[in-house]
């Protein structure tokens, strides 16, 4: 049997990391990270028993959709015989309005564009001839096909929360996930309040009980290509992106996740302003309009956007390699966090860092060293730079030092807890407390 290309949308890339976030906000990391490892095994065995799943009665350029309930999700996926590829449109939780969705859905949109945006109608009709019936046309206008000098940009997602929003707003501040609470913001509220604050809102708005307006707040989540932005970048951009989308007139809190093999931001506001008490309105006109403002400021910021639409895809061994690689930097930044946290001088970092197995060179200073540091640890194909383009910025040389010698020179407060008071000076021995 020829085996089948596994191929899969951004729609599919980012339905499985929201699903992930809900398992791991639910029930824990490790739950989440095995739904991950599972459900890769499950599409990669969709090209041998990819005709044995029912299909749906709803067409995506001619191809019936296929499901595949894997839960608590559903597969969705249509098969391309001519070319041997099996392309994965969504992910979708069980509860979701699954049929409504896939209805809606005109196009999807692909990760990586093997063909150039000019020849890629023609292209796709030559690879799929079952297509040729159907009408199909590129998005206009500058920036719809690379991005900004042909590369991917920030992708931003939004949606409502109708319930928990303080289980919303403590999952995304969680100091695991924010570099110790290093990279959370807010406006017009706390953090540790933002629920509290967004419901007297809320109570004061003149259509609280309108039915349709249901959502107590909204999630904005914006995610940048990995590698591309430090930590502090993100973060402030996320800050440039609420501040711009928001006017000041919205309660928010800003964090930004340090945890995964990609930086991203997620954005929690009240869907209620403090001006006039009146409800976000969540629309396409609005979404296109985040879309907008993140790419205005991805370029203001000389970092690249995500807009991918019209886009042959990518192999899913391909995306699953790049994931691999991003979780490795992962893990090198946790370590030298964590490293950072335990040792006194740079010369102990190193030897810790040894100690931990990875190999490390061009970590010396000076007029004939090499720019970059590297590491490597033994799972690693080849050695990965201290760099701010690959790491970010915190982790060259010079920021490492830098970080371990500000540490030595912070200020502690005395503590008082066992002092001792002589109570037979003049101001203490006549306290009526003391003579009882």
Known sequence: MQEYKIILTWEAIYDVTDIADYIEEEFGQQRADRFQSDLKEQMQNLGQFSTAFPRTQILYRGYSIHKRSFPPSIIFYIIMEETKEIHILRVLRHERDWENILLQRSTYTYPENEYPAGQYQQQFESDHPSYKQ????????????????????????????????????????????????????????????????????????HDCRDPHNTNKAFHLIQAFSPGEVSYEEAHQIGRELADRLLEGKYSYVLTTHTDKG??????????????????????????????????????????????????????????AANKSESSKK????????????????????????????????????????????????????????????????NFTKERIKERINNKLHRTTVPSVRNKLIDTNTPNIAGNIGLQK
């Open 134 to 205: 159907y009408q199909y046309s590129l998005p206009k206008g500058p920036g719809r096909y690379k991005g900004v000098n042909g590369k991917n940009m920030a992708v931003t997602k939004i949606h409502g929360i109708k319930t928990t929003v303080d289980k919303a707003i403590e999952y995304i501040c969680n100091p695991d996930k924010t570099d110790q609470n290093l990279y959370i913001s807010s406006f017009a509220c706390s953090p540790e309040t933002a629920a509290l604050d967004f419901k007297y809102t809320l109570d004061h708005t």
């Open 262 to 319: 990609h930086v991203h931001n997620h954005l929690i506001f009240c869907s209620a302003d403090n001006i006039t008490f009146s409800h976000y309105h969540d629309c396409k006109k609005n979404y296109w309009k985040i879309r907008n403002l993140s790419d205005t400021l991805c370029q203001e910021h000389n970092l690249s956007t995500i807009m991918p639409n019209g886009k042959k895809g990518m192999k899913y061994n391909e995306w």
């Open 330 to 393: 992962t893990q090198l930044r946790k370590d030298i966090n964590q490293t950072i946290r335990i040792v006194s001088t740079y010369s102990e970092f190193l030897t810790f860092m040894e100690a931990k197995g990875y190999e490390i060179k061009n970590a010396e200073f000076g007029e004939n060293s090499r720019k970059y540091i590297t590491f490597r640890s033994p799972d690693m194909s080849r050695p990965v730079r201290g760099s701010a383009k690959s790491l970010g910025k």
